[in-house]
């Protein structure tokens, strides 16, 4: 009978201690979970930072690619070559010996000079003999004016020794007209380029004799993109880097090529090149350098070079 109480009391204590369990193990819980949420050692600043950074740094590159984009390109090689302002090639227009060629391989010459003679003996012959002919219509035609004044002659032959005497006299010119063929005179100051004809051979008409080019007067031909019409005129400066001396020669563009290359989306242009004291021939290639007259084009490139800058202007936008 005593141990029935002891039972109970027991049984009380225990269900006193219940609630107290089950709130421990609540907050234990909690603590678990607020450990598996922090890792363990509280909240993860150091992911978050990096987080931040990597963002930040996306936002630069993004920047830097449309400074970039935006950016003016550089502007292409621009190659030219330099020519003479005149170059021809003399030819024959006679078939004849070539007796004289004064002027050989790299040899100057002043406008007007003889550079080619040839034998027209046979010609002045031909010309003396048509000039005998002209002489003798001309009198038998006087004779018979005179004739026609006493009515002696008939009209008709009158008119028939003035045609002969007109037909004398054109081949007469024609042949003096040949006569200028038989020697060929420089067009204009220059130097000899290539001798393709020499002393003593027979030129056939037309024939290629010597191919000539002026001197001192040189040009450059340049190969431009043909974009750049919508500022490049007429007197414009540039400057061209001759490839086989280094030199640097000034000039200013003259012409203007007549059409544009669809393929290749460039025009020809020609400038004049000034007076130098360096070693300039025909044939020299080189680059050309051009300023183009746009400040913002100017503006442009130095912010394309300096990424920082590039930056700080569109932070300050």
Known sequence: MSEAPEDDASDTGEKSM???????????????????????????????????????????????????????????????????KQESTIASRMTARITSMPFGKGRSFRKGALLAKFDCSAIRAE????QAASNAYNV??????????????????????????????????????????????????????EEIAHNGEIAASGQPLLRIQSGGDLEVELIVPSNWLTWLRPGADFTFKIDETGADVTGQITRLGASVDPVSKTIRV???????????LPGMSGTGVFVKPNAKVAANASTAKSPKKAL??????
């Open 312 to 317: 700080e202007q569109t932070v300050e936008e």
């Open 140 to 193: 038998t035609y006087k004779t018979n004016v005179e004739l026609d004044q006493y009515e002696a002659i008939g009209k008709n032959e009158v008119a028939v020794a003035k045609a002969n005497l007109g037909k004398a006299n054109a081949e007469a010119n024609a042949i003096q007209a040949n006569l200028t063929d038989c020697a060929v005179y420089a067009p204009f100051s220059g130097t000899v380029v």
């Open 18 to 84: 219940k609630p107290w369990l089950w709130g421990g193990g609540i907050a234990i819980a909690a603590a678990i979970g607020v450990g598996l949420a922090t890792g363990g050692d509280g909240p993860n600043w150091s992911s978050n930072e990096a987080a931040l950074s990597a963002t930040e740094e996306k936002a630069e590159e993004t920047a830097e690619a449309e400074v970039k984009k935006s950016a003016p390109k550089p502007d292409p090689d621009v190659r030219g070559v330099i020519k003479p």
């Open 127 to 130: 010309l003396k003999a048509a």
């Open 270 to 280: 020609t400038g004049s090149v000034d007076k130098t004291e360096s070693l300039i």
